[in-house]
């Protein structure tokens, strides 16, 4: 955004030679995320475009609650697979009763096609 009307107002700060605009950071009192699994300790492992915003927020929070699709005790998830470690999770709970909606909904039926006879 450097040179344009983004930048306006805004600290400029060379750094290697090129020009960037400085933002303040998100700053949050409470994020509330939902992940797949998790653990007691507050480890938690996204799923699908869950990974895309959720991570940020953890981290951007003062106090983080997260709400599990499933909920598993310390120590049971594979350190390579956690996305957000417990530190930056203050809550966590196991949800119930999720909506697993289809991503493709019919609104009439299908058209059926002339029979050859």
Known sequence: GYGTEVALGKETREFDG?????????????SFVKAWKGDEAGNLIFKGTARNFNPCMCGAAQITVAEVEELVPAGHLNPNDIHIPGIFVQRVFQGSNYEKRIEQRTVRSKIQSPSKT
């Open 18 to 30: 090129k020009m960037y605009v400085l933002e303040e950071a998100f700053k949050a009192d409470f």
